[in-house]
C-alpha cells in the first residue's frame, strides 16, 4: 500500500483548515502566502524554515495521493480551474490551470527547463537583470530531484524524436522532477504514486511538518491595505492579519486580486501582457500502436524553430492524450467522434508552443474583471499569430509524416484524417480564424511584471510591488513575457532567489 504523507501528517498534528468549516475570525501571522503552486510552495519552505510565523491560503481543495485514481471525470473537477473549461472571454482558446493545493506542479506533466538564455538576455535588454540565475536553477533541480529522463521513451514521444531525426531537425531529452516514477502516464490527473515532486509533497509538505498553518477551499476576496502599507486579506468568513502578504496566485489569480483590491497602478499594468505560449495541435494515426495515455507524458522536445528569429518561435512536444481531454479536443460528436476515438491506440499528437510578448506583433493579452469580480482573460489573435500558428502546424505534420504516419489531422473544425499524401495541401485551405482552429494553452505568464520603473512595471526586479508597502509578488506573473519554455522550473528558481534577498534584507 502506497502511504499518503499528507493524510498522515493531518493525522499527526498539522494545521490543515478548509474554508467550508471556518467560523468567522481573526488571525495574526508575520506573512500570508496567496497561492501554494511553484511559487506559492517555494515561499512558504522557505519562510517557514526561516522561523516566520505562515499561513497560505490556497482557493482550491486539499487532495492527495488517496484521492488520485487516474480517472479524468474526477480529476478535471478536483484539480482544475473550472473543472478544466476555462477560456479566454471570447472562448477561442483553452486554458488548463492546477486549483488545488499545489497549484499546476500537481496536475502537470513534469516537464521541467531552465529559463532560455536568450530569454534571459531579452529581459535584461527590459532592464530586468536578475543576475546568476544557475545557481537557484541548480538549488531546484536539487531539491525537487529534477534530471533528464532515463527511460526510453513512450511511442508517443518517440513518434517526434523519430520525425526530427529523420528531418535533420534538432530535438532533446525533457528533464522532469519525479522520483521513483511508476511511468504510468497520468500525471496530469494527479500522481497516485507520489513521484511527482509536487510542491503538495515536497515544499509544502516540509513547511507544514515546520508549523505552517494552511487554508485550502478559502478564495480570497480582497487584500486590506492601509495607508499605502498591506495589513492582510479577507477570504470568506475569515480575516488574516500580516504586515507581509506574498501573492503567489498565478498569473490570472495575482492580477485578479490585485485588481479586486482596488489596487490597479497608476500606468494601467496590471493585468497587461499576459502570455500563453498559445499551442496548435497536430493528431497523426500510426499502423502500429502509439498508446498516448500510457508512459511519461512528456519526455522530448525540439527547439529547431524557437530561437531562429528573435522575435518568435515555437517549441514542439508530445501530446499525450487520454479519452476525455481527447473528445474535448477533437470537438467532434456522435459517430464521427466515435470513429476517432476508435483510433486513439493508434495516435500520436504533437504540439507547438508559441513563444508571445517578444514583440509589438505578439503582445500578449490582459486579465480584467467581470461584473462579479471573477477575472476574464482578453487574448486577441492577429494575423502574425495566425501565420506562425499555420507554420507551426506545417512542421508538426512534416515531422508526424517523417515519423511514418498514415494519417494526419490538425486540430480545426474543418480538418479531417487525410492521407499523408495529401495533408500538407489540405492544411493550406484550412481557414486560420479563431474558434475553427483548435487554440489551447497551459503556461499563463506576465500580468505583474517586473520593471525598473512603476512606469515599466507592477513590481520591481526583486517582486516587490511598487504601489504597497510589505506586498510581494512570487509567481509567474513576474515574467515580462513569456519564457519559450515550460515555466514550473523558472518560477521555482525565481521564487528561491527572491525569497534569499528577502530574507537577507530583511523584507520579510
Not at 524554515?49 to 486539499?62: F, S
Not at 485514481?69 to 471570447?90: H, K, P, T
Not at 493528431?283 to 525540439?302: C, I, R, T, W
Request: charged share 15%; hydrophobic share 40%.
Amino acid at each position: 500500500m502506497i502511504t499518503d504523507p499528507i493524510a498522515q501528517g493531518i493525522q499527526g498534528g498539522w494545521q490543515v483548515h478548509g474554508g467550508q468549516a471556518l467560523q468567522e475570525q481573526t488571525l495574526s501571522f508575520d506573512v500570508i502566502i496567496v497561492g501554494s503552486g511553484a511559487g506559492g510552495g517555494v515561499s512558504a519552505e522557505a519562510l517557514v524554515k526561516a522561523g516566520r510565523k505562515v499561513a497560505l491560503v490556497e482557493m482550491g481543495p486539499l487532495k492527495s495521493s488517496n484521492d488520485f485514481n487516474m480517472d479524468e471525470a474526477q480529476a478535471y473537477g478536483d484539480l482544475y480551474q473550472d473543472n478544466a473549461l476555462r477560456q479566454s472571454s471570447d472562448g477561442a482558446i483553452s486554458i488548463l490551470q492546477g486549483r488545488a493545493v499545489g497549484g499546476s506542479t500537481l496536475v502537470n506533466w513534469t516537464s521541467s527547463f531552465r529559463t532560455p538564455p536568450q530569454t534571459l538576455a531579452h529581459w535584461q535588454r527590459l532592464g530586468v537583470d536578475l543576475g546568476d540565475m544557475a545557481p537557484w536553477f541548480a538549488k531546484m533541480e536539487a531539491r525537487l530531484n529534477i534530471q533528464p529522463w532515463t527511460v526510453p521513451p513512450n511511442a508517443n514521444n518517440a513518434a517526434l524524436a523519430r520525425g526530427c531525426q529523420a528531418l535533420g531537425l534538432h530535438h532533446g531529452t525533457i528533464a522532469r522532477n519525479v522520483f521513483g516514477c511508476w511511468n504510468l502516464g497520468y500525471c496530469g490527473m494527479g500522481c497516485p504514486t507520489n513521484a511527482k515532486q509536487s510542491m503538495l509533497v515536497t515544499t509544502i509538505k516540509e513547511a507544514l511538518a515546520g508549523g505552517l498553518t494552511l487554508f485550502h477551499s478559502c478564495p480570497v476576496e480582497q487584500l486590506l491595505v492601509e495607508k499605502g502599507q498591506v495589513r492582510g486579506l479577507k477570504a470568506g468568513r475569515l480575516t488574516l492579519l500580516a504586515d507581509k502578504v506574498v501573492l503567489c496566485a498565478g498569473a490570472i489569480g495575482t492580477p485578479a486580486l490585485l485588481l479586486r483590491s482596488g489596487l490597479e497602478d497608476d500606468a494601467g499594468r496590471t493585468g497587461a501582457g499576459t502570455c500563453l505560449h498559445p499551442v496548435v495541435m497536430s493528431f497523426a494515426q500510426f499502423d502500429d500502436k502509439v498508446e498516448p495515455y500510457l508512459g511519461a507524458p512528456q519526455s522530448v522536445y525540439s527547439d529547431h524553430f524557437q530561437w531562429l528569429e528573435p522575435e518568435q518561435g515555437f517549441k514542439m512536444e508530445a501530446l499525450p492524450l487520454h479519452p476525455m481531454i481527447t473528445s474535448a479536443l477533437l470537438r467532434r460528436r456522435g459517430p464521427d467522434l466515435k470513429a476517432l476515438l476508435s483510433q486513439l491506440p493508434y495516435t500520436n499528437g504533437l504540439i507547438a508552443l508559441v513563444r508571445d510578448g517578444f514583440s509589438a506583433a505578439l503582445p500578449g493579452g490582459r486579465v480584467s474583471l467581470d461584473a462579479d469580480g471573477q477575472p476574464q482573460l482578453d487574448y486577441p489573435l492577429n494575423d502574425a499569430l495566425f501565420d506562425l500558428f499555420a507554420t507551426a502546424l506545417k512542421t508538426m505534420m512534416r515531422v508526424q509524416i517523417a515519423a511514418g504516419a498514415r494519417r494526419l489531422m490538425p486540430l480545426h473544425l474543418d480538418a479531417e484524417p487525410w492521407t499523408a499524401d495529401e495533408a500538407l495541401a489540405k492544411l493550406d485551405n484550412l481557414p486560420m480564424v479563431a474558434q475553427r482552429l483548435a487554440i489551447s494553452s497551459a503556461h499563463v505568464m506576465g500580468g505583474c511584471a517586473m520593471g525598473t520603473s512603476p512606469e515599466s512595471g507592477v513590481c520591481d526586479t526583486q517582486g516587490r510591488h511598487y504601489g504597497v508597502k510589505g506586498l510581494l509578488v512570487n509567481d509567474g506573473s513576474l515574467f515580462p513575457t513569456s519564457i519559450g519554455a515550460n515555466p514550473q522550473l523558472s518560477i521555482y528558481a525565481l521564487a528561491a532567489r527572491n525569497l534569499n534577498l528577502w530574507l537577507e534584507k530583511g523584507y520579510v
